[in-house]
Each structure stands twice: as C-alpha cells, then as structure tokens.
C-alpha cells in the first residue's frame, strides 16, 4: 500500500508540473497568436507594444522576418490550400512558447528529479541548467543566422542560374527552419552532456579521447537522422558543429581532469 501511495504521489506530482509547463507554453502561444507588435517612437529609441489583432499577430510578423531574412528574393513564399497560413503561424508561436518557456520547464524538471538525486549529482543539475539554456539558444541562433540561410542559399543557387522562380510552400518553410533550430539547439547540448557523464563518474575522462572514431560515425549518422531531406548535404550543417562541440567537450573535460590530478598531488 505504501509503494502505491508514493507511486501515485510521484505521478501527481508529474502531472502538476507537465501542467505548469504546459500553462506556461500556452499562455506565451496564445499571446503570440493573438496580438500585435505595434512600434513606438519614444526619445528617438524604437519601442514595441502589444496590441490585439488575431490577424496580423507577432507569429505573422516573425514569418514576414524569416521571409526576408532566410530566403533569396528569387523565392516566393505561397499557400496551396486554405489554412496553411494558419498553420504557419501556430508553429511559431508554439516555437516561441516552447523558447521563451523553456525556464519553467527547465524548472519544473529540476524541482521534480532532485529529490531522487544525491548531493553531488544536484550539483551538477543546478550547474549545467544556465549552461544549457545557453547552448540551446546559441544553437538555435546559429541556426537561423549562419546554418539555414547557408543551406537555403546553397540549394536555391541553382535555381537562380537557371533563371527558374522558384516557390515555397509557406508550410514545408517554417516546418523546416523549425526543425534545424530545434536539432541545433538539441546538439549544442552535447558538450555538456559529456561534462556532467564524466563529472558524476559515470564515464572516465579518457573515453571520449579513446573513442572519438566512434564518436564521429555516430554524430555523422544522428546528423543524416536529424535533418529534414535526403540530400546528404544538409547533414554536415549539423555534424560538423557537433563534432566540434565533441572536441570542445573532451578538452574542456581533460583540463579539468587535470587540474583535479594537479590538486590532488
């Protein structure tokens, strides 16, 4: 009776903070949804206030961003059906939700694993959260600034010396930058994960050196799984920043390593 009651207490407590989590990510989606970025004017500094209009809301305006910001001007951006538009917009705001909640998620997950952790393992949680919020955004902004519009530009090229106009799916478009920022954002967690693998003594230091071979035909083969076409070039904007990020991390890790040997003696 006592294992049922505290397995049921676990799963009360699971589902009150998925619940939060998930509060806190709507309520962001649905402002984004349903309001407006209006500018203002004041001493000559260009503020933004929100205003409602359902229609052209924040998410719109962001698609207008990405339009320009991520496309060659020889690429038009179309919807073949009613409601893809729509569509485009609550993957957006659902982006924006899930980026600027990701603080109450990460906290919520923190409050509920750290009662089944020791203190030490605690320690490592409550170091690496800043951290990795960092990573993810980092990630996702080099994305968005440096790998996609890279890649579009890449592809698109040869449409532009074949003088063809091209067009584009507002849907496919969205769905795919989405999708890089978010596995940009997931792999730039990587050095991390290996900091807090070796620092709990889960894997010794000198097993990210000894198999960094492997390593490399992993990464390559979750950059192929991870990117959203076949084309086979698409994989190396994930995996040669990841493996990198491996290098980054298995150094960092041996230094470490080191100075604890330096203290120690």
Known sequence: MDELRQISEHLEEVRKRI???????GI????????HANALIYNGIKLYYPFPNPFDNIAAQVIVIMKHQLLPSTVQLIQTAPGQALFAQFYVAA?????????????EFIGFISPALQKKERSIIKTITLPAIGLFATGSLFSYLVATPAFLKFLYQYGISSELLTFLNVVDFI????????????????????????????????FWRKNIRYAIIIIVILGALI???????TMWFISGPMMALYLIGMFVIERKNRQIATLKS
Request: charged share 5%.
């Open 28 to 35: 962001i989606t649905f402002f984004t949804l349903s309001f």
């Open 95 to 107: 982006l924006l939700g899930i980026v600027f909640g990701m603080p109450i998620v990460v906290k």
């Open 227 to 233: 990117t959203p076409d076949g084309s086979g070039i």
């Open 19 to 25: 619940i939060r989590s998930v509060i806190a990510i």
């Open 175 to 206: 769905t795919f930058v989405v999708q890089f920022l978010l596995a940009f954002g997931i792999s730039f967690q990587l050095p991390l994960i290996m900091y807090a693998l070796s620092t709990s003594g889960l894997i010794d230091a000198k």
